[in-house]
Antibody, heavy 123, light 108 residues
Framework: QVQLAQSGAEVKKSGASVKVSCKASGYTFTRNYIHWVRQAPGQGLEWMGIIEPSGGSTTYARKFQGRVTMTRDVSTSTLYMELSSLRSDDTAVYYC????????????????WGQGTLVTVSS | SYVLTQPPSVSVAPGKTARINCGGNNIGSKSVHWYQQKPGQAPVLVIYDDSDRPSGIPERFSGSNSGDTATLTISRVEAGDEADYYCQVWDSSSDHYVFGTGTKVTVL
């Protein structure tokens, strides 16, 4: 079955960077885009960006441009999301999710999701 | 940017019907997708393209979308349906994917 397995929890200092991994299995890695979504404690879901695993092209949410970098390693079917210049309000659970339907269109949804990675930023 | 508004909470008795609205400007012109999130778990897709159900999702879950409101309907509600529910669309004006504010469904 399709699975997205994420790396473990991280604790970082303000100003540092964090890199979260997401290993895909159970489907053809290059066939589907991968999204990154985060959720602050007690808050809703926030879309961060998307990566096309075949060529590596990315689109980032305006809010994160300049601070986020999404990459992939085709040889290991693994995606990465790196967030820099961390602040306390970056404390959140970070999810990867497979994109289905037609990317960059109304007919695009997320399924399945990884289990999430808690990133805690302390001062 | 495009805003999706959901009621913070909906309460329903077991066996009854829960309706969760997702409001957005002319949302009927977009395809809406819905996710269920139980405490401490990742979101799960329950409805895509307004009204289609992924395999494994009970027929009790249905969706509709028209005008400025999309609706997720849960029929014959069970205790296991207690969760947060989020709607999601693609905003072509910003090239962003947008989530609703989320609704907590409580089964009485």
């Amino acid at each position: 079955q399709v699975q997205l397995a994420q790396s473990g929890a991280e604790v970082k200092k303000s100003g540092a960077s964090v890199k979260v991994s997401c290993k895909a299995s159970g489907y053809t890695f290059t066939r589907n885009y991968i999204h990154w979504v985060r959720q602050a404690p007690g808050q809703g879901l926030e879309w961060m960006g998307i990566i096309e695993p075949s060529g590596g092209s990315t689109t980032y949410a305006r809010k994160f441009q300049g601070r986020v970098t999404m990459t992939r390693d085709v040889s290991t079917s693994t995606l990465y999301m790196e967030l820099s210049s961390l602040r306390s309000d970056d404390t959140a659970v970070y999810y990867c999710a497979r994109g289905l339907g037609r990317p960059y269109s109304s007919n695009a949804w997320f399924d399945p999701w990884g289990q999430g990675t808690l990133v805690t930023v302390s001062s | 940017s495009y805003v999706l508004t959901q009621p913070p909470s909906v309460s329903v008795a077991p066996g009854k019907t829960a309706r969760i609205n997702c409001g957005g400007n002319n949302i009927g012109s977009k395809s809406v997708h819905w996710y269920q999130q139980k405490p401490g778990q990742a979101p799960v897709l329950v409805i895509y393209d307004d009204s289609d159900r992924p395999s494994g999702i009970p027929e009790r879950f249905s969706g509709s979308n028209s005008g400025d409101t999309a609706t997720l309907t849960i029929s014959r509600v069970e205790a296991g349906d207690e969760a947060d529910y989020y709607c999601q669309v693609w905003d072509s004006s910003s090239d962003h994917y947008v989530f609703g504010t989320g609704t907590k469904v409580t089964v009485l």
